[in-house]
């Protein structure tokens, strides 16, 4: 059998196994469609967290980051996972004893005003579209690589899957096909990173093999600084950003990861505040497989692909990097004509120009792995992206059926609500299959916008409407457009407006766009204490609920009221 | 207060604070928070810390082929995290039932 063959194949089973789930789970119940009922296991939640949250950038891209930057790479290895932190001890627990449907309607019940939960629909729906078109893209590029179909097929293909099993199943459908993604995409990811680790250091264990030696008491690292510093780059293992600019851009990955909606909405699946604690860290678990592989396959990648270009003559290169030129993934160009390539750091004389995904995407063939490992790589990469895009749209529809509608018609029947959660799922998915196939310039942009967003409009106001009993309504309202409109500013300002000027020397105490989500919070913080207390505290019967939710006895089930 | 949400408490919540005295649910506040404390210093410390504040430093030191803040940033820091929040489970199970708050 050929690559293409396998790869039809294992595509073809795994989308055959997320069908199935969909047809067996599917959502009865608006409790069901939005929350799974309130049943999901802490485990099954972990599971189902894990590969909500890790996306094709995930799965793709973020060991190729973290190959060109190095350590600056950190910032989302540490950001990424530290979310989950704040989220498993100051926001799941209390939230899902809260034991609602949505973040507008704790907001909008915190602090009794339908104008705050209004702010919070626009904020969600805001954050989830930047993601989701992402998200399909990915789904296209994926398809395109290894199916050898047009990006728009792929888009159109990965759609109608979604459609199929969030709109039939909703968040009980979701869940249980997430399970099955995360199975598909780690072992799709830990396959070729355990043989490469293998071949290069001999420890089959990646995490360890990153710090292992490449040669008699080289260790790989060494290996690395020496190579990359002679040909001209900075060391692998420090990096270019100042400590500034880290601290904030790791600040706020973190609060936005914990802030993010369609990650906050799995904690309201499990049955008891407990289990939501746990829960996280089963996430966390699953997540940190995947994170603290990254940066393992990262070094490898780079190591391999110097080791086997730079100084070496065009016509003898190994076979995958002539296979993956095809694909313009891998450019080479003899701009000095010598017959040899040369990996430099100035874009005028290097000849060497590599996509971040490759570190990934050509694994398996770069450890020689039989073809069935490329079919598997391209179903997980499948399986990140859909997962992800599935928890999106089920949040965007949410906000619209439950948030808008049923806030503004709260006499409308169970029946019907859920027939507008499903119309309003499927009007989300095509509207991302719109960006996927004609993606905005900016996608790559908006992902500092989706964490900048979340980080300064939802996570102080969570966290105060939990840890204070003072904040009211027109602080968290005054507060959460403050860090919008901030955030907003500052990223449009230097990504869309004047993109010329984004440079160190321009921003504001050399915080770049990526990180300026941390001072919209703390402006946030500020404004939503000083103006909560020049008004009134809130009323007696949020006092309660705020003491409510600090002790989890008596969570029931999610539920309308 | 014009849209105000007519969504009141449930009834099943009374219950709770009748068979618990709002001193005994301060205490237990108070000792959630302490814990929270006490896992987020060490949260800060293994990342913004170890990561990034002192990776110069660290990086002076080695185990194996890494060096100490290079691992702490790429993969140390994670592990932390993973401590933390298991650690924080099982501290609140704990004094969930010490305060009779649990929900078994």
Not at chain 1, 240 to 254: G, H, Y
Not at chain 1, 314 to 322: A, F, K, Y
Not at chain 1, 472 to 492: H, P, Q, R, W
Request: proline letters at 5%; a neutral charge.
């Amino acid at each position: 059998m050929d690559l293409l063959a396998w790869t039809y194949l294992l595509v073809g089973l795994s989308f055959a196994l997320y069908l199935g789930i969909a047809i067996w789970s599917r959502a009865g119940s608006t409790e069901e469609f939005y929350v799974a009922g309130g049943g999901v296991s802490p485990l099954a939640n972990g599971l189902a967290t894990a590969a909500d949250w890790m996306s094709a950038a995930s799965f793709m891209s973020m060991a190729g980051i973290i190959s060109f930057s190095g350590y600056d790479g950190s910032v989302y290895l540490m950001g990424w996972t530290g979310g989950y932190v704040l989220l498993a001890l100051l926001l799941a627990p209390y939230l899902r004893k809260f034991g609602k449907f949505t973040v507008p309607d704790f907001v909008g019940d915190r602090y009794y005003s339908n104008k705050a939960r209004v702010v919070a629909v626009i904020c969600a729906l805001f954050i989830s579209f930047t993601y989701v078109a992402g998200q399909m893209r990915g789904v296209g590029i994926v398809f395109s690589r290894y199916l050898e179909l047009p990006i728009e097929w792929g888009v159109v293909i990965g759609m109608a899957i979604v459609f199929f099993y969030a709109v039939l199943g909703g968040m009980k459908g979701i869940t249980y096909t997430q399970v099955a993604q995360y199975c598909v995409l780690i072992f799709a990811y830990m396959v070729p990173a355990i043989f490469i680790s293998m071949q290069l250091t001999g420890n089959p264990i990646p995490q360890l093999g990153l710090g292992g030696d490449v040669a008699a008491e080289v260790p790989l690292l060494d290996k690395l600084d020496g190579v990359l510093g002679d040909l001209g780059f900075a060391e692998y293992t420090s990096g270019n950003k100042s400590i500034p600019d880290l601290f904030m851009i790791t600040l706020a990955l973190m609060v936005g990861t914990a802030g993010l909606p369609h990650v906050i909405v799995r904690f309201f699946t499990v049955p008891k505040v407990k289990d939501a604690r746990l829960s996280a860290g089963y996430a966390l678990a699953f997540i940190a497989i995947l994170y603290t592989t990254a940066p393992a396959v990262a070094a490898f990648g780079m190591y391999n692909i110097i080791q086997s270009t730079s100084e070496k003559p065009i016509d003898q290169l190994p076979e995958w990097v002539q296979n993956w030129q095809q694909t313009k993934l891998i450019q080479i160009e003899d701009k000095n004509g010598d017959g040899l390539v040369q990996y430099l750091p100035d874009p005028a004389t290097n000849e060497l120009r590599i996509d971040k995904d490759i570190m990934v995407l050509a694994g398996p063939e770069i450890a020689q792995l039989p073809d069935w490992v490329v079919g598997l790589v391209a179903a997980g990469a499948m399986a990140a992206a859909l997962s992800t895009a599935a928890g999106l749209l089920l949040v965007i529809s949410t906000s619209v059926s439950r948030d808008l509608f049923k806030t503004f018609r709260p006499d409308i029947s169970d029946k019907k609500e859920l027939r507008i959660a499903r119309l309003s799922a499927a009007g989300a998915v095509i509207l991302a299959g719109y960006f996927g196939i004609n993606p905005p310039g900016f996608v790559a942009e908006v992902v500092a916008f989706a964490f900048g967003l979340a980080a300064s409009s939802f996570f102080p106001v969570i966290l105060l409407g939990i840890f204070s009993t003072r904040v009211n309504k027109e602080g968290a309202i005054a507060g959460m457009l403050t860090g919008l409109v901030f955030t907003i500013s500052y990223i449009s300002y230097f990504k869309f407006v004047y993109p010329e000027l984004n440079t160190a020397e321009h921003w504001w105490w050399g915080i770049s766009p990526e990180g300026i989500g941390s001072l919209g919070m703390a402006l946030n913080f500020l404004v939503c204490f000083g103006v909560s207390w020049l008004t009134p505290a809130p009323p007696s019967h949020v006092q309660q609920l705020i003491q409510d939710i600090r002790i989890p006895k008596g969570a029931g089930k999610a539920s309308n009221h | 207060m014009l849209f105000f949400n007519e969504c009141q408490i449930k009834p099943r919540l009374t219950v709770t604070y009748m068979s618990s005295s709002p001193s005994k649910m301060e205490q237990y506040w108070k000792k959630n928070l302490q814990t929270l404390a006490i896992l987020l210093f060490i949260w800060f410390i293994v990342s913004f810390g170890c990561g990034i504040l002192w990776v110069e430093e660290l990086n002076t030191i080695r185990i194996g082929g890494f060096k100490l803040g290079f691992w702490f940033a790429q993969q140390g820091a994670i592990y932390a995290f993973l401590v933390l929040i298991f650690i924080y489970v099982v501290r609140m199970n704990k004094l969930d039932k010490e305060f009779n708050v649990n929900e078994d």
